[in-house]
């Protein structure tokens, strides 16, 4: 404290005031208010602007906090909605950007942005190579799908839910549609009725890729139920984790034919041709003339491993059709339980089957009814419900069934009481095939992909599991929207389809021979050999 006995106490106390709030002292009390003046109105102005900039930095991290802030920035992927799906999407994209991490995903939901990111915390600390935001809002608002900018998205995936069904997912993929300037965007909607898919596909302004997980499920399942280990190089070509379909332009090629084209790479495999105008050809002659405006489609572990490789090969363009029906010895089938999952099964499958196959199914009458089923197949189909004196064990020993598969009552049960009754028969035939020593393989359906890990305490060579496959094929269309018309002439037995041969149906054995004159040997037959 300065004190000075001739300036008496308020003039002390003056002086001491002064420098503690950084006063002009002042000659006079007149001077001293002004300067009090102006020290207050400076106070107050430094006060103001302080509180304005607080008041707008509590807002936007308010707006955050909430999700309600516009989403900055360019080609992220924009998921919409909140589903058992998302989990498995996050996984399956995490695995695609894991050569180019950073990889944005804005997850726009119906549901307060704490509870999604407390739910996300979960699994975000697995996720290597995604950058995830959240924003919560009404989807089916085109004022507020604008917050999580769609028209700078990369892609738009619209997911489904128990509680809201497709009507929601429709408003939302047409409110989507109401503020896109960009109409090339893939929106790729979850559809599960068949009628409201219809209506999707017919909006040709948009590029709208409606998903039916039924028909995913029912595709693998008939894949995995033609033939002993195909479900396995399916799911290959479904997931990121391990072999994908790729699309790339090869300027070297240009003017070749596309049996030089399969000749020319040593760490992947050409299946077809992508032409400008969107088409995909999976059943390529041997002797079509690559142009500058195709693309190949390879199946590759990355992208990274398509290089172009002269070829010296010696070939000409001779081929010979191949029979496949002088294979064929017939199948025999079980189905477990029934649903209108069923009938899209037996559809899917019944070009691959013939007359020399046949197909019991085993059902209980008061869950399903055999009515469902409208279609003529080629081969047998026979109905058995179940009745009081029924014995699995007896019938799977007076059968020699080469496949069973479970399927849970879902068009009369919920989805947890199908589940249990699949997850039970499970249990049941696990130990009747290992008391029996039985060599046929068993396919579960399971509705709800969390519960997949109760069926690992049974010997079940393989699991359907349902909204895991839709999230599997959503995620791959995320990143190339093109996927749905490979995957759909691939599952359809009316184009091009996957088998597993022997070696010896394209080569002599006796002779060291390189995967090339595997590939050649396979092409003269009018086949794209992709692996071993």
């Known amino acids: ?62 707006k955050i906090s909430r999700g309600k802030s516009f989403i900055i920035g360019r080609d992220h992927i924009l998921i919409i909605g909140w589903s058992n799906n998302l989990f498995a999407i996050l996984k399956e994209l995490d695995i695609a950007n894991e050569s180019e991490r950073g990889q944005k995903v804005v997850i726009f939901a119906d549901i307060p942005n704490t509870k999604m990111q407390d739910d996300l915390s979960l699994i975000t600390s697995k996720l290597k190579s995604l ?50 300037t960009n109409k090339n965007i893939p929106i790729i909607s979850s559809i ?21 997980p039924e028909n995913v499920i029912s595709n693998v399942a008939a894949q995995s139920l033609r033939q002993r280990g195909l479900g396995l190089v399916v799911l290959d070509f479904l997931d990121f984790d391990g072999d994908e379909i790729y699309f790339k332009h090869v300027p070297e090629l240009i003017g070749s034919s596309f049996l030089e084209a399969i000749l020319s790479f040593e760490d992947s495999s050409v299946i077809g041709v992508f032409s400008n105008n969107c088409d ?11 142009s500058e405006n195709d693309e190949l489609i390879f199946i590759a572990a990355d992208d990274s491993a398509i290089h172009y490789s002269k070829n ?43 007359d020399k196959s046949s197909v019991d199914v085993v059902f209980i009458d008061d869950y399903s009814s055999s009515s469902i089923v409208n279609a003529q197949y080629a081969f047998d189909i026979n109905f058995l419900p179940v009745t009081p004196d029924f014995d699995l064990e007896s019938k799977l020993k007076d059968e020699n069934y080469d496949d069973v598969m479970i399927i849970g009552y879902s068009d009369k049960l919920s989805i947890n009481e199908a589940d249990s009754f699949t997850l039970l028969k499970s249990l049941e035939l696990d130990y009747i095939m290992r008391k029996n020593n039985f060599d046929c393989r068993v396919l579960t359906h399971i509705l709800n992909s969390s519960k997949s ?4 305490i049974t010997h079940s060579k393989e699991i359907i599991i349902s909204d895991n496959l839709s999230a599997l094929l959503m995620a791959q269309l995320s990143e190339n929207h093109h996927l749905y018309r490979v ?46």
């Open 1 to 62: 404290l300065s004190l000075n006995s001739d300036d008496g106490f308020f003039g002390n106390w003056w002086i001491n005031v002064s420098e503690i709030l950084d006063l002009g002292k002042g000659d006079s009390w007149s001077e001293c208010l002004i300067e009090f003046i102006f020290w207050f109105i400076s106070i107050a102005i430094t006060g103001t602007v302080i509180g304005f900039l607080s008041s707008k930095i509590n807002t936007f991290f308010n």
């Open 131 to 180: 950058k995830i935001l959240t924003r919560s809002g009404d989807p089916s608002n085109p004022s507020e799908i604008e917050i999580p900018n769609p028209n700078e998205a990369k892609s738009i995936l619209i997911l489904n839910n128990e509680e809201k069904k497709d009507p929601y997912v429709v408003t939302t993929t047409l409110s989507v549609c109401s503020v896109l």
């Open 280 to 290: 995909v050809n999976l059943t390529v002659a041997n002797d079509y003339m690559i």
């Open 453 to 456: 890990k109760l069926t690992e």
């Open 192 to 212: 599960k009725e068949r009628y409201y898919y219809d209506s999707l596909k017919n909006i040709v302004d948009f590029n709208i890729i409606p998903v039916m």
């Open 487 to 532: 995957f759909e002439k691939l599952f359809s037995s009316e184009h091009s389809s996957i088998n597993i041969f022997p070696i010896d149906f394209y080569v002599e054995l006796e002779k060291e021979i390189t995967y090339k004159q595997v590939v050649l040997a396979a092409a003269n037959k009018n086949h794209n050999a992709v692996g071993l």
């Open 312 to 354: 010296t090969v010696e070939f000409n363009h001779s081929s010979a059709d191949f029979n496949l029906s002088d294979s064929s010895n017939g199948k025999r089938i079980l189905f477990l339980g029934w649903s209108s999952l069923g009938v899209k099964i037996l559809d899917s499958i019944s070009g691959f089957l013939d």
